[in-house]
């Protein structure tokens, strides 16, 4: 089992930027992809990117050169550093993994892109 906290959303401008945290409660380094998602008010859920233990990424094509998803092993913490912020990026982001064909979501963090 593991807890999956998210913080450092808020309010920004647009052309702003924003660095996002994601900590588990044990560690990482055993837990092979880690994912950022954000669900907009109204919308699905969609995939951000995603970090595998080795620092593979991938990004949803409409975020590439934007968004940049890292890990911290020792730290037990993923980031996701968004920059260029636009106003549809406004959602609420959660980070999310599989561990012994279990999901575990974090209760997410709120990112308001304002205009």
């Known amino acids: 089992q593991v807890q999956l906290v998210e913080s450092g959303g808020g309010l920004v401008q647009a052309g702003g930027s924003l660095s996002l945290s994601c900590t588990a409660s044990k560690s990482i380094s055993s837990i092979n992809t880690i994912y950022w998602y954000r669900q907009a008010p109204g919308k699905e859920r969609e995939l951000v990117a995603r970090v595998t233990v080795g620092g593979w990424t991938v990004y949803a094509d409409s975020l590439k050169g934007r968004f940049t998803i890292s890990r911290d092993n020792a730290k037990n913490t993923v980031y996701l550093q968004m920059n260029s912020l636009k106003p549809e990026d406004t959602a609420v982001y959660y980070c999310?993994?599989?561990?012994?064909?279990?999901?575990?979501w974090g209760q997410g963090t709120q990112v308001t892109v304002s205009s």
């Open positions: 999310n993994t599989n561990v012994n064909n279990r999901a575990y």
